[in-house]
């Protein structure tokens, strides 16, 4: 049974930085990709960054310079690091592991990031 369990959320002011983390159990790198996506109020959730089994790494259009996704394979954790935060980067941010290949799909319980002053 795949968990993902986030950790790392809170409060930032703009400008500042993040680190999110998300630690999977049952999944196994080469089989599963992993990512982040963001949720707004009243909208579906969003791609934020996505590795593949192969190693490469996509990013929204909006993120691309500012967040970085990498992995540990040891650990089974994928983070997202977010710096220069600003305030339309807050939502609500989902761990998501996807098996290639299929329609499988779990999700982490969220965590929230809010970027004000």
């Known amino acids: 049974q795949v968990q993902l369990v986030e950790s790392g959320g809170g409060l930032v002011q703009p400008g500042g930085s993040l680190r999110l983390s998300c630690a999977a159990s049952g999944i196994i790198f080469g089989i599963w990709s992993l990512g982040w996506y963001r949720q707004f109020p009243g909208k579906q959730r969003e791609l934020v960054a996505r590795i593949r089994t192969g190693g490469i790494t996509n990013y929204a259009d909006s993120v691309k310079g500012r967040f970085t996704l990498s992995r540990d394979i040891a650990k089974n954790i994928i983070y997202l690091q977010m710096n220069s935060l600003k305030p339309e980067d807050t939502a609500v941010y989902y761990c998501?592991?996807?098996?290639?290949?299929?329609?499988?799909?779990?999700w982490g319980q969220g965590t929230q990031v809010t970027v004000s002053s």
């Open positions: 998501n592991a996807h098996r290639e290949g299929t329609m499988m799909d779990s």
